[in-house]
C-alpha cells in the first residue's frame, strides 16, 4: 500500500508502480503540487537544473516541458550524463517523480513565430515517442499544447487511446489544456466541458488536465469544480494547471488561485514555466505550497533528503 505522496522520500518513489503513484495522490487530498521546468534553456542556476531548483522550493512531481524524447538532455545536468540515463539522472538528483508534455499536433504542423514553441520530432505525442518515454523512465506522460502549436481535444482523445493501449499498464496519462494552444473555438471556457471530460477519461486518461479558476476567461471556481466533480465519478483525478504566466504574478495572486482549486476540489496544482522563461518564480512555488498544506508540509518536501 502506497504512502500518500506528503510522507514518500526519494526511496519510496523510486519502487512505486503506476498503481501506486496514483494511489499516493489520491490519498493527499488536493495537497500535490506538479511543477513544469523547461529543461532546453539556460537553467537560471547556471550548473543546477530548473527542475531541480523546483524540487528545493517544494514540488512533489516535475513535469518537464518541450522535453524531445528523440534528443533527450537537460540543460544543468552533470556533463557526463549519457542522453538515454538523462531521466534517471534528474530522478536520482532530485528524488521526484518525473513526468514529461507530448503534444498531439500535426505532421505539417508549426508554432508561433517565437522560436521557442518551435514544435521538433521528438515532442511529438505519437506512439513511438510513448514507447522511448518509456523507456527512459519516465513516470507520465501529459498530452497538452505550447502556445500556437494547434492541439485540439479531438487530437488529444484520438491520441490516449492509441497510448492507453502502448504504455497505458505503466505510465500515468494526463491529458488536458490549460490555454487554447493556437486554436480559437477551444479558448477560454470552451477549452474543456464535461464532455471532453467524459471523452478523455473513456479514452484512457488516468488524470485530466484543465485551467485553474482565475487563469483563463470563464474558468471560475463553480465551473472548474463542476468539470472536476465530472472526472471524480468516473473515477480519473484532476490537474488544475496555471500555464498563463501567472506563475509569475505576484505571491497574493497565487494564493487565491491556490485556495480556488482546492475549493473546486482538484488532485494536483499544476504551477507552470514561464515566471521567468523555464520556471516559476521560485517564491511562488513554496508560497502556493503554504497556501494548500502549511509549513508543516511544505518544509518536510523541501529539507527531506534524496538518501532517504
Not at 519502487?15 to 521546468?37: M, N, P, Q, W, Y
Not at 505550497?289 to 533528503?305: K, L, P
Request: charged share 20%.
Amino acid at each position: 500500500m502506497a504512502k500518500r505522496i506528503l510522507d514518500c522520500t526519494a526511496s519510496d518513489f523510486a519502487g512505486f508502480t503506476k498503481a501506486d503513484l496514483l494511489e499516493s495522490i489520491r490519498k493527499s487530498e488536493g495537497r500535490v503540487i506538479a511543477c513544469e521546468t523547461i529543461g532546453a534553456i539556460q537553467p537560471m542556476l547556471n550548473d543546477v537544473t530548473n527542475a531541480e531548483f523546483v524540487a528545493a522550493m517544494g514540488a512533489d512531481i516535475l513535469l518537464l516541458n518541450m522535453f524531445d524524447v528523440q534528443h533527450p538532455g537537460i540543460l544543468g545536468l552533470p556533463k557526463a550524463t549519457a542522453p538515454e540515463d538523462t531521466i534517471r539522472c534528474l530522478k536520482k538528483l532530485t528524488g521526484r517523480p518525473v513526468g514529461i508534455n507530448l503534444e498531439p499536433v500535426s505532421e505539417g504542423a508549426k508554432g508561433e513565430e517565437d522560436p521557442l514553441w518551435a514544435m521538433s520530432a521528438g515532442r511529438r505525442a505519437t506512439v513511438e515517442n510513448a514507447l522511448l518515454a518509456r523507456e527512459l523512465g519516465v513516470d507520465f506522460i501529459l498530452l497538452t499544447g505550447n502556445p500556437g502549436v494547434g492541439v485540439t481535444n479531438d487530437a488529444i482523445c484520438k491520441t490516449l487511446t492509441q497510448f492507453r493501449e502502448a504504455v497505458g499498464d505503466r505510465i500515468v496519462l494526463a491529458a488536458g489544456k490549460m490555454h487554447g494552444a493556437g486554436v480559437l473555438t477551444e479558448a477560454g471556457r470552451p477549452i474543456m466541458t464535461t464532455e471532453d471530460v467524459e471523452e478523455f477519461i473513456g479514452a484512457g486518461a488516468d488524470i485530466v488536465l484543465l485551467p485553474a479558476p482565475g487563469t483563463i476567461p470563464g474558468i471560475t471556481m463553480e465551473y472548474a469544480r463542476e468539470l472536476i466533480l465530472c472526472a471524480h465519478r468516473l473515477g480519473a483525478m484532476t490537474i488544475t494547471a496555471i500555464g498563463t504566466s501567472q506563475e509569475g504574478a505576484d505571491k497574493d495572486t497565487l494564493r487565491r488561485i491556490a485556495l480556488l482549486s482546492k475549493m473546486a476540489g482538484t488532485d494536483i496544482h499544476h504551477i507552470g514555466d514561464t515566471g521567468y522563461v523555464g520556471m516559476a518564480t521560485p517564491e511562488n512555488i513554496t508560497a502556493y505550497s503554504i497556501a494548500i498544506r502549511g509549513v508543516r508540509h511544505t518544509y518536510h518536501r523541501m529539507a527531506c533528503s534524496i538518501n532517504r
